[in-house]
């Protein structure tokens, strides 16, 4: 946001009230809980009807990468980028192939995290805890590039002062998030997470409504792109885009899926009729967020042309900048949306915070470190971790500062998480599916993605090959290791354990 | 340990191919420029497409079981 215009009084006033009352909200789930239990802590006791699970689905999927970075990367890439509509719709459908039934089977078992599935359905120490550390890793690179959003969202503000600026808004709105989400656990945050998912939304459809307002409509926006020596940007994709575009749905498609804070909500549901309505709405939600950011991107292209390399993802700063000097009126709805930036940003943070503190404190620390605590003990155990994990973030946040573009920090998690479709997906499917093999699948499918992303390889283009990601390669190795394997030991092995 | 069931309706999966190919915009040609409202024809039709794929999507998770403890 480093090209707004500095707040006023006024303004502060109005985002730090906002934010504050997050605080509240986070005192009154506190004030709810039922009973000190990782169940109570982590899945709000599993209460969550159509309105909250929607809500906190939504504000969660959606985060700053999808308003910054996705508006960016239109700029760039220009309407290709549709990808981003698509493989957020990916992500719901996806979760057809198994939150349905791991909902029932979850409720079943007792299940609090993610890894309590690996667990029961594979009967295995080593599967459990290689799933545990990938979705750790993943998230912790998933939280870190929010943080890192959150102090580039104030640093714009601040004019003169803004490397203070993002400083202290990534302590400040961290410190924040960690009161609440230690006072109340998943209840606070899925209730701050009804407020920001709320606001989040209003502030899409007023970004719509101005950008309109202000430039005219989308078509003229095409024409002017259509007649630069961009024009290239609204044709058909290159074939290499092509296949990027099926690489995205894969990789994002099915890793978003499997995001460990979007698995425990489909264990938090208080119905199964709850969930699938929820997911149900949340298929027209890539409308309301993406699409809207991809069609700043376009407004962004055709009016402030000039942006390269990483100011792309200042595109909707730029615009929201002409918004902003427009009117006094302009200027008060661009503090609405910094707020809903805002709220994407600390909503998806504050869960990612959560799910990474359950599966350290149940699946590692009640596991291998002390077996015997109780839950009490587990549940103050899980709040220190949050405390640790996001202070030693906040440090790597302030020492990184303007490091990498949103989308690459995005591109690697996801071909980590991907890695474990076998695991959940095919294994909630296949009976015959086995430890041993999954095991040795994953082991595979993160040497390929990893080895292929780090690797000095000259045929990796762009962090891709051929187009697509190195997590797809893994992930086809993975799948054939896990499947053949499964299907090669022996029969008594296989209906055995 | 527990053991996965079978699920049906695999149908649906063939649904989902259909409307993937729908969605991505390979079959225009390179050079196709025609405009429709004012947008490109081929973001149009993907933009349809994606809105069958949600509309779909909905459906299936609207029709499906909603006991709590069966698959």
Not at chain 1, 60 to 86: C, D, E, K, M
Not at chain 1, 314 to 330: F, K, P, T
Not at chain 2, 8 to 23: E, F, Q, S
Not at chain 2, 25 to 40: C, I
Request: net charge neutral; charged share 15%.
């Amino acid at each position: 946001m480093s090209n707004l215009l500095p707040f006023g009084i006024g303004a502060w006033t109005f985002i730090v009230l906002y934010v504050s009352s997050l605080l509240l909200v986070g005192w009154a789930g506190r004030a709810a809980r039922r009973e000190d239990t990782l169940q109570d802590f982590y899945l709000g006791g599993r209460g969550f009807g159509f309105a909250v699970l929607f809500l906190t689905l939504y504000a969660t999927q959606y985060s700053g990468n999808t308003v910054f970075g996705v508006a960016g990367a239109t700029y760039r890439l220009g309407f290709s980028w549709l990808i981003a509509v698509h493989y957020m719709l990916a992500i719901i459908v996806f979760y057809l192939a198994f939150a349905p039934k791991l909902y029932g089977v979850a409720r079943q078992r007792g299940y609090v995290t993610p890894v309590d599935y690996l667990k029961d359905r594979y009967d295995s120490k080593h599967v459990s805890l290689l799933g545990s550390i990938v979705m750790i890793v993943a998230l912790n690179n998933y939280l870190l590039a929010q943080l890192m959003a959150m102090g580039r969202a104030l640093q714009g503000l601040a004019g003169p002062y803004g490397d203070v600026a993002y400083r202290y808004g990534v302590v400040g709105l961290a410190l924040i998030m960690l009161i609440y989400g230690t006072l109340g656990g998943m209840r606070a945050i899925a209730w701050t997470d009804v407020m920001q998912g709320s606001v989040l939304m209003v502030g899409f459809l007023v970004l719509l409504v101005l950008l309109l307002n202000e430039f005219g409509p989308l078509a003229a926006a095409t024409e002017q792109i259509a007649g630069s020596a961009e024009a290239f940007k609204v044709t058909r994709p290159e074939p290499r885009m092509l296949r990027e575009w099926v690489s995205y749905i894969i990789v994002i498609g099915m890793g978003g899926a499997l995001y460990p804070h979007a698995i425990q909500r489909i264990y938090a549901a208080k119905s199964r009729r709850a969930l699938n309505l929820s997911l149900a709405t949340m298929t027209f939600l890539p409308y309301l967020t993406a699409l809207f950011a991809v069609i700043a991107g376009i407004y962004a292209l055709a009016y402030v042309p000039g942006l390269e390399g990483a100011e792309t993802d200042q595109a909707l700063a730029s615009l929201l900048r002409i918004i902003q000097e427009g009117s006094l009126v302009g200027y008060a709805v661009v503090v609405v949306i910094f707020s809903a930036l805002l709220a994407a940003l600390m909503s998806t943070a504050d869960s990612a915070m959560l799910s990474i503190s359950s599966m350290f404190t149940k699946d590692i620390y009640a596991v291998h470190l002390n077996p015997g605590a109780d839950e009490s003990r587990l549940t103050k155990i899980g709040k220190r971790c949050s405390w640790i994990v996001v202070g030693v973030l906040v440090v790597m946040a302030i020492i990184l500062e303007n490091q990498a573009s949103l989308i690459d920090l995005i591109d690697r998690k996801f071909d980590l998480l991907v890695q474990l479709v076998p695991a959940f997906m095919l294994g909630i499917h296949m009976p015959f599916l086995r430890g041993g093999p999954v095991l040795a699948g994953l082991l595979t499918g993160l040497t390929i993605a990893l080895g292929l992303a780090f690797g000095p390889f000259d045929f990796v283009v762009a962090g891709k090959v051929w187009g697509v990601h190195p997590g797809v390669y893994g992930l086809l190795a993975n799948t054939a290791v896990a499947v053949v394997g499964s299907l090669l030991q022996k029969p008594d092995a296989r209906h055995g354990v | 340990m527990m053991e996965p069931e079978r699920e049906p309706r695999r149908w649906i999966v063939v649904v989902y191919l259909g409307l993937l190919a729908l969605v991505i915009p390979w079959y225009w040609p390179a050079d196709d420029m025609r405009h429709v409202f004012g947008l490109p024809l081929w973001v149009i039709v993907t933009l349809v497409a994606l809105l069958l794929t949600s509309t779909f999507t909905a459906w299936v998770f609207l029709t499906s079981p909603e006991d709590d403890t069966g698959e």
